[in-house]
């Protein structure tokens, strides 16, 4: 595969998961034939509202990322991401130390930009998360490995998410599905009993699945609990992806009024559409 490709593929992977999972494209899938227990008292019961108490609110975060892509190829690219709660995702990746790819998410647009070979992939926020209600701060709270309910926010004090879900035991996992799905697709958080988040599972007919698993569990931040290691995994029509996230925690920065002055390229890039880097990345 030339260095084109794996350029594209890098731009594409960043928000592989985001897109995958805000999916308006396809219909619900069956909700599997795990067979179900019926939920037990106490603490199990409880589990959802216990998992809130771990979350705390933030307002930007600034730290080190690495992205490990194991299939279709295997490669690895390092870089920044800025958050600011509500407002942006801005991941910055770098080949020695020049920034060769940049992913740039706010409430309105969503940008993909190669800056080796100038191409640029934009699209309207709302065409991605809008069909299914999702918000920037979900996208943030999946990216950081924490519990949600769309177009609400992380579990809080600020709705009843206990009311929201149905916790049951399937195959020995704690899954907390939501009591009203989509139209579009079947999603559930599988929990561990500490409590927390363990992963998030999307269903999107036969033709695509994605899950995002959370490890290396940090609850000293300032946000309270989030995910250090997050591991994609799905597929796509003919495409399937694993990659690997690892957030430094030790070195992020927290609640320091960061921003990004960042503009769109200019019109000497070259634009595709997101289905044109799709079927790009299937053709290699």
Not at 187 to 208: G, M, T, Y
């Amino acid at each position: 595969m030339n260095n084109s490709a794996r350029l594209h593929i890098i731009i594409f992977i960043v928000l592989a998961a985001v897109i995958a999972a805000c999916s308006s494209q396809r219909q619900a899938a069956s909700s599997g034939d795990g067979t179900a227990q019926q939920q037990r008292p106490g603490k199990r019961s409880t589990l959802i509202a216990d998992l809130a108490t771990t979350y705390a609110p933030w307002h930007d975060v600034y730290m080190p990322v690495t992205l490990n892509l194991k299939r279709p190829i295997s490669m690895g690219i390092s870089g920044r991401a800025t958050m600011v709660r509500d407002s942006l995702i801005h991941i910055s990746m770098r080949m020695l130390g020049i920034e060769v790819a940049v992913a740039h998410v706010t409430a309105d647009s969503v940008w993909l930009v190669d800056k080796y070979h100038k191409y640029v992939c934009a699209a309207a926020t709302s065409a991605i998360t809008g069909a299914n209600n999702l918000s920037l701060s979900d996208l943030q709270d999946m990216l950081l490995g924490r519990a949600f309910y769309p177009g609400r926010g992380t579990l809080g004090s600020t709705f009843d998410g206990a009311s929201l879900f149905k916790v049951e035991t399937v195959n020995d996992t704690i899954i907390a599905t939501p009591r009203r799905l989509p139209s579009t697709h079947s999603w559930h958080f599988e929990l561990e009993s500490l409590p927390r988040l363990a992963a998030i599972v999307v269903n999107v007919n036969d033709q695509a699945s994605f899950r995002l698993d959370y490890s290396s569990p940090r609850t000293d931040t300032p946000a309270g609990t989030v995910a250090a290691n997050v591991l994609g995994s799905g597929s796509f029509g003919k495409l399937d992806l694993l990659m690997a996230v690892e957030w430094n925690m030790s070195k992020a920065k927290w609640n320091s009024n960061r921003t990004e002055n960042w503009s769109a390229p200019s019109s000497s890039y070259k634009r595709i559409s997101a289905a044109q880097l799709i079927s790009a990345l299937r053709a290699q």
